[in-house]
């Protein structure tokens, strides 16, 4: 019969023991909303925001795309901007529409974005970003 057991090996390092129900949890879709929200917050790094919550980023970017897609619902207050960007055929010179009086016309990379008069301006910034990644 052995007494003892002696374990010459180095030591492993840092181990994590879960106890209790496994790891699966419901999430509400308000939380969820909440969650994706502060993942569009600018300068919010999606990997931290994760691992604040204890999920994993392939998880977070699931409901970000579900987001996207319209699956899921945040928060008025906090909800990104999601423009949906149509490129139509470039135009010639001759056959350009004037612009209307008080609006602006803006080009970026062959893009064309009209402004009328009175636009958001919080919003014409996220359409002129959200074109400029496109291209």
């Not at 840092?14 to 939380?31: C, L």
Request: proline share 5%.
């Amino acid at each position: 019969m052995v007494d003892h057991i002696v374990d010459a090996s180095p030591p492993r390092g840092r181990i994590e023991i879960r106890s209790g129900v496994g790891r699966r949890r419901h999430w509400s879709e308000q939380i969820k909303g909440r969650i994706v929200s502060e993942s569009y917050a600018p300068g919010a790094i999606v990997s931290e925001v994760a691992r604040r919550h204890d999920i994993s980023p392939q998880h977070l970017f699931g409901w970000r795309k579900a987001a996207r897609d319209g699956r899921l619902e945040m928060a008025a207050e906090e909800a990104a901007l999601f423009v949906q960007i149509v490129m139509a055929p470039q135009r010639t010179a001759t056959a350009a529409r004037p612009s209307a009086p008080g609006s602006i016309t803006i080009e970026i990379a062959g893009v064309v974005v009209r402004a009328e008069c009175g636009a958001d301006v919080g919003w014409l910034t996220d359409v002129l970003r959200a074109v400029k990644a496109a291209t």
